[in-house]
């Protein structure tokens, strides 16, 4: 095992030295129409699918060609089919660095978990597409080997479960889906819990709000993480533990924010219950100290509990 894992780190380096994203190239990302559109045209789906950009930059960039079907500029008024797909070029992209200190810490037959750095995006999602994480690794075992099974924000830390096919792509999906994956996090914090241990029960609405974010809503999805203080440090800061009994976007971020003890780095969820438009670190910010230690799952092929980590971070321990 150590052979292989010494040999895929060494590919790693050997993919994000330099970065794949850091020189021009057409970025291609796809556009999929969803049934509701179905007989809808394109300009007005686009324009209902992404509120957050303005419908003069969509003209604009059907007037430049930019979004085509079968590599042929198409129009807005063009009368759309649900199920469709189109593509959308951002040409000479660049994309911004991201940090590229991936480690490859376990592979067998059916599971791969990788150690993810931050800031880095887990998938292509708005400025990233090849400085991500499922683009780097899959130039390590081909396009497409590797399928991603769950998500940590990009400027989240930790273990990352990988799947080898799609058996196992379907198992873990369903574990995590169902809440079958035991997650332990790390977490420093701003202020002193009063107790040692503490569970925060508060539903976390559906919408997006700042940064793609969420707020705590009383007609929210359950959500419920438990706590526990590992240290209090001298600086008015603490490491806890936190065990998400739900899968919620930014439920542990969320929790600890609505209980008064932001998370020390967190871009969006600052102190004194402000929030900010801020989503993704760059590389020269403090790190967002939040860290998935820990993952115990049922392995797909041989069906028995399994379990895989990572150490902790610096700022766990200062």
């Known amino acids: 095992m150590q052979d292989l894992l010494e040999k895929r780190n060494s590919q790693l380096s050997s993919v994000t030295m330099p970065l794949p ?7 291609e990302r796809p556009l999929n129409i969803p049934g509701r559109y179905d007989g809808v045209n394109l300009f007005e789906v686009v324009v209902s699918l992404f ?7 969509w003209q604009t960039w059907f007037d430049a060609g930019h979004i085509r079907k079968n590599g042929v500029p198409v129009q807005g008024n063009r009368t759309v089919r649900g199920g469709e797909s189109f593509i959308h070029v951002f040409p000479k992209t660049v994309e911004p660095d991201v940090n590229v200190n991936v480690r490859w810490i376990w592979e067998d037959d ?3 978990g990788v150690f993810q750095p931050a800031p880095l995006p887990v998938h292509p999602c708005g400025r990233f597409n090849r400085n991500t994480l499922i683009y780097l690794v ?36 369903h574990q995590f889906e169902l809440g079958g994956v035991e997650k332990r996090y790390i977490a420093r914090v701003i202020g002193h819990p009063l107790q040692d241990r503490f569970v925060c029960d508060a539903p976390i609405g559906r919408s997006r709000v700042l940064a ?6 009383e007609s929210g999805l ?7 203080v590992m ?6 800061t603490s490491v806890v533990e936190a065990v998400p009994k739900t899968g919620r976007t930014n439920q542990i971020r969320i929790h600890l924010w609505e209980m008064g003890y932001p998370i020390v780095g967190d871009p969006a969820y600052l102190p004194g219950k402000r929030r900010v438009n801020r989503q993704t670190l760059d590389l020269s910010d403090g790190p967002m100290c ?18 895989l980590e990572v150490g902790l971070p610096g700022w766990a321990s200062l």
Do not use: C, W, Y
């Not at 240290?231 to 008015?236: E, F, L, V």
């Open 21 to 27: 994203g850091a020189s021009h190239f057409d970025n």
């Open 51 to 57: 509120p957050h950009i303005q419908p003069n930059q």
């Open 110 to 112: 059916s599971v791969v």
């Open 138 to 173: 899959n130039q390590v075992l081909g396009e497409g080997a590797l399928k991603l099974v769950h998500r940590l924000d990009a400027n989240t830390s930790g273990l990352m479960l990988l799947a080898k096919s799609a058996e196992a792509s379907d198992s873990l999906r």
């Open 212 to 217: 793609g974010g969420r707020e705590i809503e």
């Open 222 to 228: 359950p959500a419920i993480t438990e706590f526990q």
């Open 231 to 236: 240290t209090r440090m001298s600086d008015g």
């Open 290 to 307: 939040l860290h998935a230690e820990s993952l115990r799952f049922i392995h797909p092929r041989h069906k028995e509990p399994s379990q």
